[in-house]
């Protein structure tokens, strides 16, 4: 059975750090793709990173670039986003969502995930 489950969201001040973790189970790292994705209330979610398993790419949205890296630890099939500089604008639920690596879509569309997280909540506020 597939699964995958976040962690390391909470309560940060502007300008923090988070490290959140996606472990999975039911399939092996390095034929799935990897993103992260974010919703904030009243919003989208929109695609935030995403870590390529067939040649180790990454990817960022703009509003990330430069704050955000992703990375992969095949041993303990895992995925870490590692969020510095944090901003109030960065609150939302954040996802982690898996592709098959041989799938061709759009990295920051959600329609091209077949399995998801439940989500971990990130809050950055003073």
């Known amino acids: 059975q597939v699964q995958l489950v976040e962690s390391g969201g909470g309560l940060v001040q502007p300008g923090g750090s988070l490290r959140l973790s996606c472990a999975v189970s039911?399939?092996?790292?390095?034929?799935?793709?990897i993103g992260w994705f974010r919703q904030a209330p009243g919003k989208e979610r929109e695609g935030v990173s995403c870590i390529s398993s067939s040649d180790g790419s990454t990817y960022f949205a703009d509003s990330v670039k430069g704050r955000f890296t992703i990375s992969g630890d095949n041993a303990k099939n895992t995925v870490y986003l590692q969020m510095n500089s944090l901003k109030p604008e960065d609150t939302a639920v954040y996802y982690c969502a898996a592709r098959p690596r041989y799938y061709s879509g759009s990295w920051g569309a959600a329609k091209w995930y077949d399995y998801w997280g439940q989500g971990t909540q990130v809050t950055v506020s003073s």
């Open positions: 039911g399939f092996t790292l390095n034929y799935y793709t």
